[in-house]
């Protein structure tokens, strides 16, 4: 059952109030945790509303098969997938040509934060397991894959926050949900490094004008930037308890 | 695709765009030359070669009777496909579409799509059990740079070019009549690209400049100049001026593109209907 066909379009937003009770910039609730997978290199865990995705990371590493690697640099690949009970119907397994080409523009948009250069004939590999899926979870996806690469310990320039901005009964809307996103009119999913608003994803489909278009942006990036917040805390909450862990053993073997 | 020179090549690049200039001689705003022809395949109900420099697409568009999809059964359906075939560079690679290709059709296929393009509500023949499904089929043909723009306009006017049959609906039969028409067009979407290097974003990269550019931004209009699709792709990073100069850049040429290439395909179907 597609949800979406419940609702109409003069559902969305009513004095300013959206379907799930959000204002029009306002963000869904997210949890974010760091090193939640034993066997990767770094992971993380992000729940962005009823957005449930999980993130490994690892490497750098000798990649296969060998041609794929360059002399001067390590490759970044990313691999985001979509776990078939994901979605309302069941997602055939294969990768669709949507999962690839998300696969691509993320892998674009955690690329520039990575010092591939430290790494040369190496590959770093991210491996995106979409659980289920609400709406902006490619978004989502690189605010968790940028921690993940960092819990693995990968030297970044920045974190890399995403969120999007849709527009529903011609009124931009922070962070949409699977319904604004299918019923609205327009949809951009844009990606930061935070620290110098450098824009590492932007991508648009549905219908704005300029003005609208700058708005949009201008609030997503507004978006990231309460994110990459949460995202710090985090970390320093996984390192607190690293180092927590640490001490009660007894300061380490120097000690 | 990667080498040693591309270091010594983004230097060049990045001087010459310091004093406003390029290698192939054009200004960092000015698009290669555009040349386009239409109905080249009889065999398709639509065909259309362009060139945009050096670099060569064709589009055909076979168009078929085929059921909507259930979530939209009032509306025809259109599919677009690229194909980076092993003849048109030496880095293309013969087998199923990989990552690249399946970028390059995703992005022309939302270009046409958010435009709307086709009123896909009148192909539908029979709601919910009959309409046309048009496959919008690309083919790189020589690869020199910029293909996202190339195949757009091959595919918009491939389609601007698309004749196909009237139908009869009889007791829930559809006849196909000897009689063609031209589809039913209500936007004519630009695709245009930049590419970034250093300080500077340049329009319509030609391959030396793809190999040594940190990322590119298309960007797609419609008539009324507003924007309708947007792909940041390639690994690079992108500032707000970056991004605010190419959306005037975009809607400033795709209004002349419009005009000087796709307004007079529109007009000449209109003598052919």
């Known amino acids: 059952m597609d949800l979406s066909s419940k609702y109409s379009q003069g559902d969305l937003l009513r004095d300013g109030v959206r379907i799930d009770g959000r204002g029009v910039r306002e963000l869904r609730p997210i949890k974010l945790e760091v090193g939640v997978l034993s066997r990767a290199d770094g992971s993380a865990y992000i729940e962005q509303g009823n957005n449930k995705i999980l993130v490994a990371v690892y490497g750098p590493r000798e990649l296969h098969p060998k041609h794929l690697a360059r002399p001067d640099t390590a490759i970044l690949q990313c691999f985001y997938r979509m776990a078939t009970f994901s979605v309302e119907e069941r997602k055939n397994p294969a990768p669709s040509r949507r999962e690839l080409e998300l696969s691509k523009v993320i892998k674009g948009a955690l690329a520039p934060a990575i010092f591939l250069r430290n790494f040369p004939r190496s590959t770093i590999d991210v491996y995106i397991q979409v659980l289920q899926a609400d709406g902006g979870t490619r978004c989502a996806s690189i605010t968790a894959a940028s921690l993940a690469l960092a819990d693995a310990g990968v030297p970044m320039r920045d974190l890399v926050t995403a969120c999007a901005v849709g527009k529903v009964n011609g009124q931009l809307v922070l962070d949409p949900n699977d319904i604004e996103d299918k019923l609205g009119e327009a949809d951009m999913p844009v990606a930061i490094m935070p620290r110098k608003r450098f824009i590492t994803l932007l991508q648009m489909d549905g219908r704005m004008n300029k003005e609208e278009f700058i708005e949009a942006y201008k609030m997503a990036i507004e978006g990231c930037m309460e994110i990459y917040k949460l995202q710090r805390q985090a970390l320093m909450e996984r390192y607190m308890a690293v180092r927590k862990e640490f001490e009660e053993e007894g300061g380490g073997e120097d000690a | ?273």
Request: hydrophobic share 40%; aromatic share 4%; proline share 5%.
């Open chain 2, 1 to 273: 695709m990667h080498d040693v020179l591309s270091e010594v090549e983004k230097r060049f690049i990045i001087t010459l765009a310091n004093k406003g200039q390029r290698a192939d001689g054009r200004e960092l705003r000015e698009m290669r030359p555009i040349n386009i022809e239409t109905g080249l395949i009889k065999k398709a109900e639509g065909s259309a070669k362009v060139s945009l420099g050096e670099t060569k697409v064709i589009a055909g568009i076979k168009a078929e009777i085929g059921a909507p999809f259930p979530d939209e059964p009032n509306r025809g359906v259109i599919t677009c496909n690229a194909e980076l075939i092993p003849l048109a560079s030496p880095f293309f690679e013969a087998g199923p579409p990989q990552e690249d290709a399946i970028e390059l059709a995703r992005v022309v296929d939302r270009g046409i799509r958010e435009a709307e393009m086709v009123d896909m509500e009148k192909l539908c023949i029979i709601p919910g059990e009959k309409v046309w499904i048009l496959f919008v089929d690309l083919y790189v043909l020589d690869d020199n740079g910029n293909l996202f723009d190339a195949s757009s306009y091959a595919a918009v006017s491939a389609l601007l070019s698309t004749m196909i049959p009237k139908v009869e609906v009889k007791n829930g039969e559809v006849k196909l009549l000897d009689e063609k028409e031209p589809l039913p067009i209500r936007d004519l979407p630009v695709s245009l690209t930049f590419g970034k290097v250093g300080e500077h974003i340049f329009l319509d990269p030609m391959l030396d400049e793809e190999r040594v550019i940190d990322c590119r931004l298309t960007i797609v209009t419609d008539k009324e100049g507003r924007i309708t699709a947007v792909q940041k792709s390639e690994d690079g990073a992108l500032s707000e001026k970056d991004i605010n100069e190419a959306i005037e850049i975009a809607i400033e040429k795709g209004r002349e593109i419009r005009e000087k290439y796709f307004m007079p395909l529109l007009k000449s179907r209109e003598g052919a209907e």
